[in-house]
């Protein structure tokens, strides 16, 4: 196991990606800290992970209040140990363009990327430092980070931020051992996160939902999309002794949806090949 023993502490806690993680972490042997404002989220994600045998604690927890970030740290410090690896994770996805946006959803949606980010790091790698036991620390983006799509100005805006904010703290930190790193994730094939709602006891999503990313999945070069285990193994490597000489980096996990040239359609070339 590439994590055992090691105390890691996951933010946004769904189904989705953020349970996808957490469980794919435990699995390599990490005590995780499952924390979600949604007490659902981070309960059922704890209990998921200790009914397969892992080690986890659920924690109820708002990232953009300093002091509850700090009250989360403690916690988790007192009931599990202190924290090697943090997963900034936690956001919302509220899908406004600038002409419509109100500024209170503007200021809420920043603030939970990238405040939440913030103030985690902030707790978590002073403790690193005060200790001398180095670490790592991986943000969670998106192919919204890198790229421009309208009607979504909140969360292309605070991913892109966090991705030279993974560059600037990852230098700052480097001299004490600490390597921070982000992870790219794309549109994410919604069935292993229906399947996983399901486990966690929650009404099954509606499958309508795998028929819309059908769109999606045409449209990447390798006409499959990532789940949440793809992306809970890239995170285990990040997090690992693996990749104890990478730090200010990002992996991209995203099928070569970033790398495709635009005017190419995938789909368009894989039905020009069909016999």
């Known amino acids: 196991m590439k994590l055992r023993d090691r105390v890691v502490i996951v933010t946004g806690t769904s189904p989705n990606i953020g349970g ?8 390599e042997g990490a005590h995780v800290a499952c924390v979600d404002l949604n007490r659902r989220n981070a309960e ?10 892992g080690c986890a604690l659920g924690v109820v927890a708002d990232v953009t209040d300093p002091a509850a970030v700090e009250g989360l740290l403690r916690r988790v410090t007192d009931e599990l140990g202190p924290v090697t690896v943090l997963v900034n994770n936690a956001a919302i996805f509220d899908q406004q363009g600038v002409l419509d ?10 603030a939970v ?29 998106s192919t919204a980070g890198h790229q421009g799509q309208p009607g979504n100005v909140g969360y292309c805006t605070a991913k892109a931020g ?31 996160s229906i399947e996983r709602a399901v486990r966690w006891g929650r009404e099954r999503p509606s499958d309508a939902v795998v028929q819309f990313f059908e769109e999606f999945r045409r449209s990447v070069p390798m006409q499959s999309l990532p789940t949440p285990t793809d992306y809970a193994r890239a995170v285990t490597f990040l997090a690992s002794d693996d990749a104890r000489h990478m730090t200010g980096a990002d992996l991209r996990i995203d099928a ?20």
């Open 20 to 27: 996808g993680i957490a469980e794919g972490l435990a699995a």
């Open 44 to 53: 059922d994600c704890a209990a998921a992970i200790r009914a397969a045998g």
């Open 101 to 110: 946006m109100a500024h209170a959803r503007w200021s809420r949606q920043l």
């Open 113 to 141: 990327i990238l405040d939440g980010a913030f103030l985690c790091t902030q707790v978590v790698a002073r403790q690193m430092v005060a200790r001398r036991s180095g670490g790592a620390i991986i943000s969670v983006i």
């Open 162 to 192: 966090l991705l030279n904010f993974t560059r600037s703290v990852a230098m700052e930190l480097a001299p004490y051992g600490i390597r921070v790193n982000s992870l790219t994730p794309t549109a994410t094939d919604p069935r292993e």
């Open 256 to 275: 070569g949806a970033l790398a495709r040239y635009w005017a190419w359609n995938p789909a368009q070339q894989r039905s020009d090949r069909s016999p």
